[in-house]
């Protein structure tokens, strides 16, 4: 069992050989807790089995994932989800849906960087490569997000009729025009769904970016694999632990707990969400030592340009602005060979 004042993601972080994988237990109120492995944990309510519950009820069971973490300085969301966690298990609050949080690269979290070797949230993919710690913890992170989705009560045929969700949730590196935003993976043609970007907007996430290609992200892979509606959530810049404001988090950890607690959360009207819909225009990778980017290092995320305006040089190549107003989104020289350095989006209408 697990009591405070030593949390799970303490537990985790510090001594994960005390955690014992697979470890099986029920709260009080009837909460079905399993610790899969350090970092991973989830929830079912009582009742979910086929058995004990009507098809109309079945349906009503959400299966939600929300990792934080994925890259290790991001602690907003680690904060955040730590307190669900423990306010889930000391039944402060109760689930009644299907729940697991992934805190994704702990050793990372430890020393306050990005990752250790490599970027996790470039490694969700069909790879089984273990060469190091990152690719060892997809492997671990893919084979639990999959015994998680396959053992719903109901499995989704499609994005239009599924009930599972996944919020993969993160802070930025650099400053945002746009603070809060999220990134909605290629759904290839399947239709957006509405009451997602209704849900985010209630987040205060009032900004999507629609990506229009296959990814190694996590968020894309759940979507891909399970028909999750998988967003990577962005809720504001990077801070140490300890530093995060929680204020400016009030609408995002309100609307989580209400996603979790509640059979279905409040959410506003599409027609009064202010929402700030992009196309991903450009997906810059970066190919050589050579690669630099021609903007200041400081220059917020969602900053315009006029058409034609030089972004970035890789050796002889340029890149430029396709058309007025393309702005510029996660800007990385540092990224290694052959991953991305930098998006472009423009404004557009769903
Ligand atoms: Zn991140």
């Known amino acids: ?40 944990i989830t929830f079912e309510p009582p009742f979910t089995s086929a058995a004990s519950i009507s098809a109309a009820n079945i349906s009503a069971v959400k299966t939600v994932l929300l990792s934080s973490g994925v890259h290790g300085n991001e602690t907003a969301p680690i904060e ?37 070797q490599e970027n996790l949230n470039r490694l969700f993919n069909d790879s089984l ?26 499995t989704p045929s499609s994005h239009a009729v599924s009930t599972r969700i996944h919020y993969d949730l993160h802070t930025a590196i650099r400053e945002s025009k746009n603070e809060k935003f999220a990134v909605y993976p290629y759904l290839h043609g399947h239709e957006y769904n509405q009451q997602q970007l209704r ?26 694999n399970y028909f999750t509606h998988g967003f990577t959530v962005e809720l504001g810049k990077v801070k140490p632990f300890g530093e995060n404001n929680m204020q400016s988090f009030t609408h995002v950890i309100d609307m989580l707990t ?31 030592t050579d690669f630099a980017l021609h903007f200041a290092d ?6 315009g340009f006029k058409k034609g305006t030089l972004l970035a040089t890789d050796g002889d190549i340029e890149y430029r602005t396709l058309e007025d107003g393309e702005a510029v989104v996660f800007p990385n020289s540092n990224v290694a060979l052959g991953q991305r350095a930098l998006l472009t989006v423009v404004p557009c209408d769903l």
């Open 1 to 40: 069992m697990l009591t405070n004042p030593i949390s799970f993601l303490e537990r985790s972080r510090f001594s994960p050989e005390s955690l014992q994988n697979n470890q099986k237990f029920q709260l009080n109120n009837g909460t079905k807790v399993e610790i899969c492995c350090a970092g991973i």
């Open 80 to 116: 955040i989800c730590d307190k669900l966690v423990e306010d889930l298990l000391c039944e402060k609050i109760q689930s009644k849906h299907r729940v697991m949080f992934i805190f994704g690269n702990l050793p990372a979290m430890n020393i306050g960087e990005r990752f250790i």
């Open 129 to 154: 490569s273990t060469d190091n710690q990152e690719q060892l913890r997809a492997q671990e992170i893919k084979r639990e997000v999959k015994r998680f989705f396959n053992s719903d009560s109901v």
């Open 199 to 224: 849900f985010l907007s209630a987040c205060a996430v009032n900004t999507i970016l629609l990506s229009q290609s296959p990814t190694s992200t996590f968020s894309y892979y759940t979507s891909l």
């Open 258 to 288: 209400q996603l979790i607690t509640q059979q279905e959360p409040v959410l506003p009207v599409l027609s009064e969400c202010p929402m700030h819909i992009y196309d991903v225009k450009q997906v810059i990778d970066k190919r050589s």
């Open 298 to 303: 400081d220059l917020p995320n969602f900053t």
